[in-house]
């Protein structure tokens, strides 16, 4: 089955998901970005890029990092920015995704940046695009369900090979529940296309999916043993709006096992750098003294998204 995210010269049309991205279009993205970054530091922050196209930004879930990140990018290529009020819309009436979509592609839309909380809406849109004949309208996913979330995956990646240059011979830990997590996906598929040495997936097992040995890494279900010689801690929180049923005894007691405090990052290597796509939930899966510390590299993700954004939508849009 061809890969909807690309046109039959394997260019980028829709991102949709780390998953099946052959490894030069990954590098390709974060090749860009870097150019993008030195943009980011000049006085003048514009490029014309994507003059004249609109983007419109479709949040069905909240967010503040992607949201607003995708809205900078969007405005420093100098396109016009829409952030539609999904509370206020008609979606609220009634009116089904597939027909907003219709009515704002009436209304010249270039480009789609979709968050949604079911797992597969933005390939249902693409997939419309697609039969309406509409493949110069593009469908960015900005996070969908537990399924994906490529442009977290991607900042994720740009922000590991800032700090360690080299994917091979890295080991990297996911820490905590990966059975909810999008970004946990689009990580691991990322880190294996990128060719990682080691991926290690760290949780409880009631936050681990079944089959996550099927995704070529390692489990462990005790932190310390996980995280012991490490180059690279992922921390997820615990998405809590997505769990069905109580899967863990409380908050301190997860902490207790899986909150990583500075006695238990001095595990990893000396050099590790901390890593989480946010929101933090502190004291929760991490201690205040780890996400403020030396080894975080929390807030350089958010900024390295800018950039990661950009260099999406501009190769989307064809440049
Ligand atoms: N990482 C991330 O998706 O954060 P937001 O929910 O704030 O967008």
């Known amino acids: 089955m061809p890969n909807p995210q690309l046109d039959a010269n394997g260019g980028l049309i829709h991102l949709l998901s780390t998953e099946g991205l052959p490894r030069e279009v990954l590098?390709?993205?974060?090749?860009?970005?870097?150019?993008?970054?030195?943009?980011?530091d000049r006085d003048v922050k514009k490029v014309p890029l994507l003059r004249g196209k609109s983007v419109f930004n479709l949040f069905f879930e909240n967010s503040t990092r992607t949201r607003t990140t995708f809205e900078i990018a969007a405005k420093r290529l100098s396109a016009d920015v829409i952030n539609l009020d999904v509370g206020r819309s008609s979606t609220a009436k009634g009116e089904t995704l597939l027909d907003t979509i219709d009515n704002l592609v009436a209304m010249h839309a270039d480009m789609f940046v979709v968050r949604h909380a079911s797992s597969g809406a933005p390939y249902l849109i693409a997939e419309h695009l697609r039969r309406a004949r509409r493949e110069d309208v593009h469908v960015v996913n900005a996070g969908d369900g537990r399924h994906a979330h490529p442009t977290q995956g991607l900042l994720d990646m740009y922000t590991i090979r800032h700090f360690k240059k080299d994917f091979s011979g890295l080991t990297v830990a996911i820490v905590g529940d990966i059975l909810h997590s999008r970004v946990a996906r689009s990580?691991?598929?990322?880190?294996?296309t990128l060719g990682a040495g080691e991926v290690r997936a760290i949780g409880p097992q009631t936050l681990l999916p079944t089959a996550i040995g099927?995704?070529?890494?390692?489990?462990?279900?005790?932190?310390?043993e996980g995280i012991r010689g490490c180059d690279v801690v992922i921390m997820l929180r615990l998405q809590n709006e997505r769990m069905n049923g109580a899967l863990l005894p409380s908050a301190g007691e997860y902490f207790k096992c899986y909150g990583l405090t500075p006695e238990i990052l001095s595990l990893a290597r000396p050099d590790a750098i901390v890593m989480h796509p946010g929101p933090m939930n502190r004291g929760v899966e991490i201690d205040s003294g780890v996400a403020d510390g030396p080894q975080a590299v929390i807030l350089s993700q958010v900024t390295f998204g800018i950039a990661v954004r950009m260099a999406v939508m501009s190769i989307l849009a064809g440049n």
């Open 187 to 192: 990580d691991i598929h990322a880190l294996a």
């Open 214 to 224: 099927r995704m070529g890494v390692r489990v462990f279900n005790d932190l310390a």
């Open 27 to 40: 590098t390709h993205i974060l090749d860009t970005a870097s150019s993008f970054l030195e943009v980011s």
